[in-house]
């Protein structure tokens, strides 16, 4: 937008004072060219007259009534527009954003650490060779047998209870009302059953031995390797958050270097913004020569405490 802003001229106070002059004449001239007519108009009543309508002549001047109306709304709007313009300034400047001209620093990659994963027990059995393993198979099916025959309510516990509740007569009825005796004849006795119990007792606690032998080496191999990974994770891990805290104080001072310099900038900013706030707000309406005349005579008709500048 055109302006007459300059450091020299009218102040705000003085064009707004102007500006509101110049309505006031305008309104009058308005109101001086307001309801001409070409004649008047008398009406008689009963022998006296009245005015219908007033009759009001286009005045000797009216061209130059009308030039000064002209004159003074384009004064008016002269002065309207550079007021205008000057808030609008002012307006802008006090909105216009900090816009930082540093480029953001670009955030380092962090160093991730790759860590191996424990181990389960299939791990473990996997690390047994193939004789260990079948010997394992072996030893665990004699185990599981044997224990299946003499553990509670196996058959060789099933013996050893009925065993003393044989009775050595039994009687079957063979018709009604009439028995016949069974001859019960033991073939075992409790010491056979006892010693058939000792001995195949020992035999499960010899391959039980064995089985849990191997069971106990599989979790030892697990947890020596699950240990050794556990350290080996530990010393990587150590190693990625030193070299990540030398990434972590580096990015520290980039972020303090970068939020140092955009502060000294937007103070920058801030001051210049000032300073073109003051500038802007010191501004006068440089009048154009062809509204100084009327703007002279208004002025002069100012208080003394709004000179012109």
């Given at each position: 937008m ?10 705000l ?11 006031q004449r305008?309104?009058?001239i ?86 191996r ?7 473990g059995?996997?690390?047994l ?28 516990d099933?013996l050893?209870r009925?065993?003393?509740l ?19 004849t ?13 001995t ?18 599989v ?5 020596e ?38 502060s ?11 300073e ?18 009327l703007?002279?005579?208004?002025l ?10």
């Amino acid at each position: 937008m055109k302006t007459s802003l300059a450091v020299k001229g009218l102040s705000l106070s003085q064009a707004q004072s102007i500006s509101n002059m110049c309505y006031q004449r305008a309104m009058e001239i308005t109101n001086t060219l307001n309801g001409i007519n070409n004649a008047t108009r008398i009406v008689t009543v009963n022998g006296k007259d009245y005015d219908k309508v007033v009759g009001k002549r286009i005045p000797a001047n009216v061209a130059d009534l009308i030039i000064e109306k002209a004159k003074l709304h384009a004064t008016q709007g002269f002065l309207m527009t550079n007021i205008k313009a000057k808030d609008q300034l002012l307006t802008d400047l006090k909105k216009l954003p900090f816009v930082s001209a540093i480029d953001v620093p670009v955030k380092p990659d962090f160093i991730q650490v790759k860590t191996r994963a424990a181990v389960d027990e299939s791990w473990g059995w996997d690390q047994l060779s193939m004789a260990e393993m079948c010997e394992f198979i072996e030893q665990e099916a004699y185990a599981a047998h044997i224990g299946q025959f003499i553990h509670k309510d196996s058959p060789l516990d099933m013996l050893r209870r009925e065993l003393p509740l044989i009775k050595t007569l039994e009687w079957m009825e063979v018709e009604i009302g009439k028995k016949t005796p069974i001859k019960v004849t033991p073939h075992h006795t409790s010491a056979e059953l006892l010693a058939h119990h000792e001995t195949l007792a020992t035999m499960h606690r010899t391959h039980e031995m064995r089985v849990n032998y191997f069971k106990a080496k599989v979790k030892n191999l697990v947890t020596e390797e699950n240990a050794s990974i556990a350290k080996e994770n530990g010393i990587e891990q150590a190693k990625v958050n030193a070299e990540n805290n030398i990434l972590h104080e580096q990015w520290n001072g980039i972020t303090k270097a970068y939020q140092d310099a955009v502060s000294q900038e937007r103070q920058e900013f801030e001051s210049k913004r000032q300073e073109d706030i003051k500038e802007t707000a010191a501004l006068r309406i440089d009048v154009d020569p062809r509204f100084q005349a009327l703007v002279d005579e208004f002025l002069a008709k100012l208080a003394p405490a709004e000179p012109k500048a």
